[in-house]
């Protein structure tokens, strides 16, 4: 049982995003798509983008190690940086195993706790779920017209959904959810390995509330910035290396930049599919041809993942020579030897 779902979980996202991508690309003139690449393409400015998308995993890992020093865990600089390379890579192959990853980097180079870890990358996940709520809504104040078109063209309507549901739908609704909560709580009381539960939890716990006393909050917000300007602008420089997008505009960047964001969180390998289609149906609302959207967002997408793919192998080999700190004596004398110094 365990090894069919570990089948599932690494078969049905390859084949939901493999369906999307064959139903886009169905009939796809191929021959065009090369001769893009190698002689309408502009591979300066994909080259240019390359240290934006370094740059973001970068801050990344430097902002994870703040959210872990309130809790007395200090992993290396490099080891951090390391683990969030590793994570995109293994995300490609299951996505969202990457949090799980970077986490158990941690633990097996620096000691650092697992449930710990755990909890600061679901911090993180709040912190960025907020900004890109933020900057969504900065997007629809400035971009409504073209939004308007994108929900004129594919019916969606939020009011009308809602429409359908009474108060009372609403409360069987909510009384649903706490039934199905309170009986989980009964059923891990049930079993053997709730303390473990109990005692994980925590430890997550403890993580996402130690966003409070992080020591420099304003450098944390630097580095929250630096995270989402590093991806914007690893993508926005993609628009000039083709003559049907370079003129598009920033207002049209933020907008694809934001729907293809909330598109990843479709669990495909690094939102392959999802990704394709909401920035390509983005794209022709902007007024680019059906073909020549389907041009950008593939050798975009497909580029990007290789550089994912490229610090994911590295980081695998900077790991390799990577002293571990098995215990806390190890590096408690390492770091007073490193204070004498």
Known sequence: MK?????????????LGGAILYWMYRGENWQEMQHV???EMDWTWMLLSFPFGILAQMFRGWRWRQTLEPMGEHPRHSVSIHAVFLSYAASLIVPRVGEFTRCGVLKRYDNISFPKALGTVVTERA??????????????????????????????????I?????????????????????????????????????????GIWQG???LKD????PLFIVFTVAIWLSYFLHYYLTFFCFDFTANLGIGCAM?????????????????????????????????????QALCFVFIVHTIQTLLVVALGIYACIALAFTHRHNSIGEKTSETTLFNKL
């Open 3 to 15: 090894t069919t779902n570990i089948i599932i979980k690494i078969l049905m996202p390859l084949v």
């Open 37 to 39: 690449m190698t002689d």
């Open 127 to 160: 912190i960025d779920s907020l900004l890109v709520m933020g900057i969504t809504a900065v997007v629809l104040l400035f971009e409504m017209s073209t939004f308007g078109i994108f929900f004129h063209k594919t019916g969606t309507n939020l009011s009308t």
């Open 162 to 202: 809602l429409h359908h549901f009474s108060w009372t739908g609403y409360f069987v609704v909510a009384i649903c959810l706490l039934a199905l909560m309170v009986l989980l709580h009964f059923l891990l009381r049930k079993l053997s390995f709730y303390d473990k539960v109990k005692a994980t939890l925590k």
């Open 208 to 210: 996402v509330i130690s």
């Open 214 to 217: 992080v020591a420099n909050v």
């Open 255 to 291: 907008v694809t930049f934001i729907v293809g964001s909330i598109a990843v969180i479709v669990p495909t390998p690094n939102g392959a599919g999802p990704w394709h289609f909401a920035v390509k149906t983005m794209l022709i609302l902007y007024g680019v041809a059906d073909t």
